[in-house]
Structure formats: structure tokens, C-alpha cells
């Protein structure tokens, strides 16, 4: 078969027909409900056997829109003689004989949980779960378990400057162009899924103390690993209980927002304390020695191991 496209006016004189329809339109949207699990479930247990959905719900289905309509749509569900306890579900269907798309009870069989949902381009349903409904041997009314699935968003570009999204919605995923970052934002703030920035060098000369070996930080989704180096007693001695700023600044972006990091270096034989401030203090992003003994000028602080801490 020779390569065709469509629309076009080689094609049909631009007809499109329904399959060749969802061929085109199966991507433009996901597959669901529109909407978040915020808000009021789509399906919910009715008057006795019954199940009522939700008035105003508007999804999508292989490019095929669908809405409930401005009232409440009730469906019935099937009397329980087995028994045994039967599992139903409440389904989003195409039926492609049609190319309808409607909300129906999918009768699952009795003690064998809930039936299984028809997907895929070679059957004539595509099915996408809204609840599932139980129903006990002989019952009168029915149970329901939310189950939405809902369209989702895409992946669009941004940059991370407050205003290049300031209406972002539930389950929104950005790629950061400035930054790198793959952030969700999860109903109140964006956290990083994927960021990678590199080996960072965080040394800051100070008279005080000088850096033998470079300290460095990496930060790999949301969670920054730093590696102090050692530092060198460059300014006279130094007596024990003194604070003493160490040759190390945290960049901005890579700064705890509200709690201290604590952190431990040997000097001589003795063990000593420092602290990696956050960024909601009045020494945002500095190091600072704060437990010590007596350091003699010429004398060495060894950080004993790497730190880490979250970011987003």
C-alpha cells in the first residue's frame, strides 16, 4: 500500500472517515476525564442499585469529546443473586460501531474481582476506568471506590522566572529552559522530578582560613550532595568557643530555605562542629566553625564526611 495522509485533497477529497479520525485525534488529549482528584468524585453510589454521575464532567476519549450533560446521569447496576461478592465497573466507552462515547456499568463476574477494561486500536470498545462498584450477594444498594482517570497535563517550556507560569494547575509538568529542571507542581508548590547541575565549586577565600582541597556541591533532582575539602588555619590561632567563618559560601539556588545543616571536622585529634546556614538566616548559605578546640595557626580542619539536604 502506497503512503497516504490526511486531511488532504489527494485523500478522499479531504472526507476523513471516524477510524481515520482517531488515527489523528487519539493524541491531541489523554485519555479521561477532565479534572484532578480535588474535586467531587465523577461516580458516586445512588438510590439503591443504582450509580449516579456527576452533572457537568466533560473528558475525552481517543479525541472523542464527552460531557454528562447539566444534570445528574443515573445508571443502573445489576442484581447480585450468585452468591458471591461481584465487582463491577463504571467505565468511560467508545463504542467505535458508533463512535460514541458513554459512561456505562461494565458487569464484572461474581467472586472474580473487576472485570478487566477493553484498550487498543483492534477491538471495536476503548474503555478508561471512573469507579469501581461493589455488590454483595442479595444487596439492595451498592458500594463505590473512586477511580478517576484523568486527561493529565503535558510537558510544556518555561523558564523559571515566577511569571512564566503564574496559573499553574494540578499535576502541571514544566522543563525549566534556564535552569534544566523537570518540576511538577503538586496543588501548592513545584518540586524537582529531574535536575542534574554539575560538579559546583562552593569556595569563597577568607583571610581566616584557606582552601587545600576545593570544595563542591552537585545537586540531582531536589536533593543537593555536598563534599567540604580541607581547610587550613591561615590568620593566627584560634580559640576554642570562638565562631570562625569558613572558606565556603552555598549558592542561592542550592541553599536549604529554613533549617541549619549540621556537620563534623576533626582538628588535630579533636572533633569539632560546623554549621551550613539556610537561606532564612541572617547568614544565608555560609559555613560557619562554631564547635572547637583551640586551633593553632598552620593547623588543619578535616570535614569528616559529605552532606546532603533538600532544595524543592
Given at each position: 500500500?502506497?503512503?497516504?495522509?490526511?486531511?488532504?485533497?489527494?485523500?478522499?477529497?479531504?472526507?476523513?472517515?471516524?477510524?481515520?479520525?482517531?488515527?489523528?485525534?487519539?493524541?491531541?488529549?489523554?485519555?479521561?476525564?477532565?479534572?484532578?482528584?480535588?474535586?467531587?468524585?465523577?461516580?458516586?453510589?445512588?438510590?439503591?442499585?443504582?450509580?449516579?454521575?456527576?452533572?457537568?464532567?466533560?473528558?475525552?476519549?481517543?479525541?472523542?469529546?464527552?460531557?454528562?450533560?447539566?444534570?445528574?446521569?443515573?445508571?443502573?447496576?445489576?442484581?447480585?443473586?450468585?452468591?458471591?461478592?461481584?465487582?463491577?465497573?463504571?467505565?468511560?466507552?467508545?463504542?467505535?460501531?458508533?463512535?460514541?462515547?458513554?459512561?456505562?456499568?461494565?458487569?464484572?463476574?461474581?467472586?472474580?474481582?473487576?472485570?478487566?477494561?477493553?484498550?487498543?486500536?483492534?477491538?471495536?470498545?476503548?474503555?478508561?476506568?471512573?469507579?469501581?462498584?461493589?455488590?454483595?450477594?442479595?444487596?439492595?444498594?451498592?458500594?463505590?471506590?473512586?477511580?478517576?482517570?484523568?486527561?493529565?497535563?503535558?510537558?510544556?517550556?518555561?523558564?523559571?522566572?515566577?511569571?512564566?507560569?503564574?496559573?499553574?494547575?494540578?499535576?502541571?509538568?514544566?522543563w525549566e529552559t534556564d535552569t534544566r529542571r523537570l518540576r511538577l507542581y503538586d496543588?501548592?508548590?513545584?518540586?524537582?522530578?529531574?535536575?542534574?547541575?554539575?560538579?559546583?565549586?562552593?569556595?569563597?577565600?577568607?583571610?581566616?582560613?584557606?582552601?587545600?582541597?576545593?570544595?563542591?556541591?552537585?545537586?540531582?533532582?531536589?536533593?543537593?550532595?555536598?563534599?567540604?575539602?580541607?581547610?587550613q588555619r591561615a590568620a593566627g590561632g584560634l580559640s576554642a568557643g570562638t565562631e570562625s567563618r569558613l572558606p565556603v559560601l552555598?549558592?542561592?539556588?542550592?541553599?536549604?530555605?529554613?533549617?541549619?545543616?549540621?556537620?563534623?571536622?576533626?582538628?588535630?585529634?579533636?572533633?569539632?562542629?560546623?554549621?551550613?546556614?539556610?537561606?532564612?538566616?541572617?547568614?544565608?548559605?555560609?559555613?560557619?566553625?562554631?564547635?572547637?578546640?583551640?586551633?593553632?595557626?598552620?593547623?588543619?580542619?578535616?570535614?569528616?564526611?559529605?552532606?546532603?539536604?533538600?532544595?524543592?
Amino acid at each position: 500500500m502506497a503512503q497516504d495522509s490526511w486531511p488532504s485533497p489527494d485523500h478522499n477529497d479531504r472526507a476523513v472517515t471516524d477510524s481515520e479520525y482517531e488515527q489523528v485525534a487519539a493524541y491531541f488529549s489523554g485519555d479521561g476525564v477532565y479534572g484532578d482528584p480535588t474535586q467531587p468524585a465523577v461516580v458516586t453510589a445512588g438510590a439503591g442499585r443504582t450509580v449516579a454521575i456527576r452533572a457537568n464532567t466533560a473528558g475525552s476519549l481517543r479525541g472523542h469529546a464527552w460531557t454528562s450533560g447539566t444534570s445528574t446521569v443515573t445508571l443502573t447496576v445489576a442484581a447480585n443473586t450468585s452468591g458471591q461478592t461481584r465487582v463491577d465497573r463504571v467505565v468511560l466507552r467508545l463504542d467505535r460501531s458508533d463512535w460514541t462515547v458513554r459512561a456505562v456499568v461494565k458487569q464484572g463476574t461474581p467472586g472474580a474481582g473487576p472485570p478487566t477494561l477493553t484498550t487498543g486500536a483492534g477491538f471495536n470498545t476503548f474503555e478508561v476506568l471512573l469507579a469501581n462498584v461493589t455488590i454483595l450477594n442479595g444487596a439492595g444498594t451498592v458500594t463505590v471506590a473512586r477511580a478517576e482517570r484523568y486527561v493529565g497535563s503535558r510537558i510544556r517550556p518555561a523558564t523559571s522566572a515566577a511569571n512564566s507560569d503564574p496559573n499553574p494547575q494540578l499535576g502541571d509538568v514544566t522543563w525549566e529552559t534556564d535552569t534544566r529542571r523537570l518540576r511538577l507542581y503538586d496543588g501548592t508548590s513545584k518540586h524537582s522530578i529531574y535536575s542534574d547541575s554539575g560538579i559546583i565549586s562552593v569556595n569563597s577565600p577568607l583571610a581566616a582560613w584557606s582552601n587545600e582541597v576545593q570544595s563542591v556541591i552537585e545537586e540531582r533532582n531536589g536533593i543537593v550532595c555536598c563534599r567540604f575539602g580541607s581547610f587550613q588555619r591561615a590568620a593566627g590561632g584560634l580559640s576554642a568557643g570562638t565562631e570562625s567563618r569558613l572558606p565556603v559560601l552555598i549558592p542561592a539556588a542550592y541553599r536549604h530555605p529554613n533549617r541549619d545543616q549540621y556537620g563534623i571536622a576533626i582538628v588535630g585529634s579533636s572533633a569539632c562542629r560546623f554549621i551550613v546556614h539556610a537561606a532564612s538566616t541572617d547568614r544565608p548559605g555560609q559555613v560557619w566553625l562554631v564547635n572547637h578546640p583551640n586551633i593553632s595557626s598552620g593547623a588543619f580542619l578535616l570535614p569528616v564526611s559529605g552532606m546532603s539536604w533538600v532544595v524543592s
